[in-house]
């Protein structure tokens, strides 16, 4: 099977991917075609079209067949009688309608991630049948039946092109939708990108037309129901609750590629002054957030320092605003202590009035809390060049943080100026000011509580180059899911194995 782009693009940035599958009979068809889209590429420089006939598969070149499928934003098939009689292509084919099919569940995948453009070479009766038990092929924008007058046939292809283009124009207009929690242990993605909201200054938008949007959202439930809707593209998530987030994404096949930070004292139990000591927690009343790195943090602590469960009374709170948590417990005098993280740590502490202190934090459990990025197999299949490209960039801010002792005060500027700059102009200057002081000290304060991940930091957590660590993914991710989520333990697809991929890591190798 001859696998080459339609032209050359060695040293050229792409990253939307064109696969075009023909019968070796329909070469002149295909030929004919392909002068149509001589433009596009060169209109289009981060266009990247493939084509495969139908000759054997074997070796290697059956797993790069089966690697542009997977990575292909838009895909032609050019029906004809020799096209579907060919087993080896249509059971690729069907595979790739069947992965479609999956995209197609919601609006958001139908429109923007991938395109199948059928077009019948000469009419083929019941061709749809042949496929719709995988998709509903009704959905698809079909080109009939190619006429065999020359003129004709000029505007069926101008008709494919624009359509083509059209599917380009989309693609290329997509923003890459993160969701990150309120933690500054991703400060590093947000000033690559200069804030939250979109921009176009930076490498990825240069070389890709991608921009990046995020937005902050601690309630893990809602982020696994928006991330297999394709609301989000990238969510966070901490090594503890990742069982959790796994089970309830794994038809999506989530994948783990990034860590971003580990926490280093900006987890804390934050105790009332009359609790001298973790001991002194027996018999009392802990409030914190439920299913969350704190619910992790709380029960590892009193294992620690051999409290049993029963000896404590916890007060988990779901799906609850982590500031009026902390309104709740400084206002509740019958609360003893409360389990959160910074910013929300200082703020709570600030506004204690002496009575509230952090009784132990992260700091005393190096290597416990890990905060990482995850992404479905497919949208890595489908967005590499664009993946590589961000944690290019983010590294390079991780690199600034720990090299230039100015650059962090730098950089909570600009967190705290694009949180600010949203709020309503009638909001006066003084209140403005306040709270721009406010949110930088608690934002340095949170800084000096994180450890930011660096590649070599990567590297020794996802055990690449069988680099040592003190402690790595599997081993931290094993221990969770056996103490946490041991109803889960004996399903495969939950394994540390199947839920990493270090292949864009290991591509920025220095």
Excluded at 37 to 55: C, E, G, K, M, Q
Excluded at 117 to 137: A, E, K, R, S
Excluded at 200 to 213: A, C, G, I, S
Excluded at 253 to 274: C, H, M
């Amino acid at each position: 099977m001859p696998i080459q782009p339609i032209l050359e693009t060695n040293g050229r940035t792409t990253n939307i991917h064109i696969a075009v599958l023909y019968a070796k009979a329909d070469q002149d068809a295909w030929e004919e075609l392909e002068k149509q889209f001589t433009s596009i590429n060169a209109r289009y420089p981060n266009v990247h079209i493939w084509t495969a006939t139908d000759l054997d598969i074997g070796g290697s070149v059956e797993r790069k067949f089966k690697e542009e499928l997977k990575r292909a934003d838009i895909t032609l098939l050019l029906f004809s009688p020799e096209f579907v009689n060919d087993n080896i292509v249509d059971e690729e084919v069907r595979d790739l309608l069947s992965t479609y099919a999956k995209f197609s569940s919601s609006d958001a995948y139908r429109k923007e991630e991938r395109f199948i453009m059928p077009i019948l070479l000469n009419h083929l009766y019941g061709w749809d049948d042949i496929y719709d038990q995988h998709f509903d092929i009704e959905n698809l924008r079909v080109f009939d039946k190619l006429p065999d007058a020359q003129e004709e046939r000029g505007k069926i292809y101008q008709n494919i092109a624009q359509s083509l283009e059209e599917y380009i124009e989309r693609i290329n207009a997509k923003s890459v939708q993160i969701a990150l929690p309120t933690w500054i242990g991703f400060i590093p993605s947000i000033m690559y990108n200069s804030g939250f909201a979109r921009n176009e200054n930076t490498p990825l938008f240069q070389k890709y037309r991608r921009e990046v949007h995020f937005e902050l959202n601690d309630h893990l439930d809602q982020l696994c129901e928006d991330f297999k809707a394709g609301q989000i593209d990238m969510m966070w998530c901490t090594i503890d609750r990742l069982p959790y987030v796994a089970d309830k994404t794994k038809e999506w096949s989530p994948k783990v590629f990034y860590q971003a930070s580990w926490s280093n004292g900006a987890d804390a139990i934050l105790s009332r002054s009359r609790i001298k000591t973790v001991a002194d927690l027996r018999g009392k009343r802990i409030l914190y957030p439920q299913d969350s790195p704190s619910h992790t943090f709380l029960k590892y602590v009193l294992q620690e320092h051999d409290i049993q469960p029963a000896e404590v009374e916890t007060i988990p709170q779901k799906h609850t605003d982590l500031d009026l948590l902390t309104k709740r417990f400084i206002n509740d005098e019958t609360l003893d202590a409360l389990v959160l993280w910074s910013p929300f740590v200082e703020a709570c502490i600030a506004e204690g009035c002496g009575d509230i202190k952090v009784l132990t934090d992260s700091s005393n459990y190096p290597n416990l809390i890990a905060d990482v990025l995850l992404t479905s197999e497919e949208y890595l299949n489908l967005n590499r060049e664009e993946i590589t490209e961000l944690l290019k960039g983010w590294f390079q801010e991780v690199d600034r943080f720990l090299n230039d002792k100015f650059y962090p005060q730098k950089a909570v500027g600009v967190l705290v100026n694009a949180i600010i700059k949203p709020l309503p102009s009638i909001i006066p200057s003084s209140i403005r000011g306040s709270l721009e002081e406010a949110l930088n000290e608690y934002f340095q304060t949170s800084l000096q509580k994180v450890h930011l991940c660096d590649l070599a930091d990567n590297y020794r957590f996802f055990g690449i180059d069988g680099q040592d660590a003190l402690q790595d993914g599997r081993t931290l991710y094993t221990q969770f899911l056996e103490r946490q989520y041991p109803h889960l333990t004996d399903d495969p697809a939950l394994q540390w194995e199947a839920l990493y991929d270090t292949s864009i890591l290991e591509g920025l190798k220095p």
